[in-house]
Each structure stands twice: as C-alpha cells, then as structure tokens.
C-alpha cells in the first residue's frame, strides 16, 4: 500500500508524510490482513531521528513544485543532479509556497533520483524518534479498529512489548514525544 509517486521522485511517505500515514493506517486496519500489513511497513521506517510533513500541500502539490523548482535550478536530470551534489553537501534544499523546507538528496533506485526528505525542523514538520512513530502508529491502527483511546498506556506498552520489542514506559508525558504525537494526532481525527 503506498501512493502513486511520480518518477523520479523517491520519498517513504512512511517515514516522512503524516496525512499518508493517517490515512493508510485507517485503510489497513478496515483490512482483514491489515496488521500484517502495517508491520511490514513499520519495519521501512527504520531505526532513528525523521522529519514528518503535516502541512497543506497535498502530495502531488509538493511534488508538482519540487518539479518546476528543480527543473529551473537544472537539477531535474540525473547528470545535472549528480553534478550539483557534488559541488554541495550532498544535498539541496528548496522552500516551497508553504514555507516548507525539502531536501533533495541523489535516489539509489532506478528511475528515482530524487530522493526527498522534508528538512529538519522545517515549517509544517516535526521531529520525531523511530520507535516513537511506530508505537503512535500501532495505537492509531487499534484506535480505528477498536476504538481503544490513543494515549491509554497500558495499551500502548502492550503495543510495544508485543509488536515492536520495546521496553514499556512509565508514564506518558503530553509535552513530549508520544504523548505530545498523540494529542497532535486526536486533533486530526
């Protein structure tokens, strides 16, 4: 399950889309394999620090303009990309009409160069730890498949002992991590 990506952009809306997220964990979980499903998609998010979008652009805005901007800044080709790599710090960054920053780094896959990120500590982004993102998304999962409240602990250290193999948490603080994840996440339900 994963959006239509237009080549050659390369992007893990796992990792790094919040209304994709949001609303792929919703589909999955009206799926009779769903939870299966979901845990394979865990395992792309991988292990550390992301950046995730919530802003107003839709996918195929961003990209849309990415394009234009890429295009005009000779970077579109893979040689021209190349190119302007090597002579920056591996990366581009570009603002978009949202006032949202994205990094554009070279795409190990065929067909997709341009492998974007959204910049850290961006406008309409946030910061976040791996495992943080996981356990809001298995709660996500449960809450739209049984209706189990986001930030319910004891369900939520459930989620991690048993799926992600996590330590369970003592408290779950609003100001912070998945707490503060949840509560941004209730808002959008």
Same mark, same amino acid.
């Not at 920056?88 to 006032?99: C, R, V």
């Given at each position: 399950? /994963?959006?239509?990506?237009?080549?050659?952009?390369?992007?893990?809306?796992?990792? +790094?889309?919040?209304?994709?997220?949001? %609303?792929?964990?919703?589909?999955?979980?009206?799926?009779?394999?769903? /939870?299966?499903?979901?845990?394979?998609?865990?395992?792309?998010?991988?292990? %550390?620090?992301?950046?995730?979008?919530?802003?107003?652009?839709?996918? &195929?805005?961003? =990209?849309?303009?990415? %394009?234009?901007?890429?295009?005009?800044?000779?970077?579109?080709?893979?040689?021209?990309?190349?190119l302007r790599l090597q002579t920056s710090k591996g990366?581009?960054?570009?603002?978009?009409?949202?006032?949202?920053?994205?990094?554009?780094?070279?795409?190990?896959?065929?067909g997709r160069h341009l492998h974007l990120h959204p910049?850290?500590? %961006?406008?309409?982004?946030?910061r976040v730890k791996a495992h943080t993102l996981k =356990?809001?998304? /298995?709660?996500?999962?449960? +809450?739209? &498949?049984?209706?189990?409240?986001?930030? +319910?602990?004891? &369900?939520?250290? &459930?989620?991690? =002992?048993?799926?992600?193999?996590?330590?369970?948490?003592?408290?779950?603080?609003?100001?912070?991590?998945?707490?503060?994840?949840?509560?941004?996440?209730?808002?959008?339900?």
């Amino acid at each position: 399950m /994963l959006p239509p990506i237009p080549e050659p952009f390369l992007l893990n809306v796992w990792k +790094h889309w919040e209304p994709w997220q949001l %609303s792929a964990t919703r589909a999955l979980a009206e799926q009779e394999n769903g /939870l299966a499903s979901l845990l394979q998609h865990l395992k792309t998010i991988g292990g %550390s620090l992301m950046d995730v979008y919530h802003g107003p652009l839709s996918f &195929q805005e961003c =990209t849309a303009e990415l %394009s234009h901007v890429l295009q005009s800044d000779a970077c579109w080709e893979p040689d021209e990309l190349k190119l302007r790599l090597q002579t920056s710090k591996g990366y581009l960054e570009y603002s978009l009409s949202d006032a949202a920053v994205w990094v554009v780094r070279w795409g190990e896959i065929q067909g997709r160069h341009l492998h974007l990120h959204p910049g850290r500590y %961006s406008r309409h982004t946030y910061r976040v730890k791996a495992h943080t993102l996981k =356990t809001a998304l /298995l709660a996500l999962y449960f +809450h739209y &498949q049984e209706g189990v409240p986001l930030q +319910h602990l004891d &369900q939520l250290n &459930q989620l991690r =002992t048993r799926y992600l193999d996590l330590s369970p948490m003592r408290k779950l603080y609003q100001e912070k991590g998945l707490g503060m994840l949840l509560q941004h996440w209730e808002g959008k339900l």
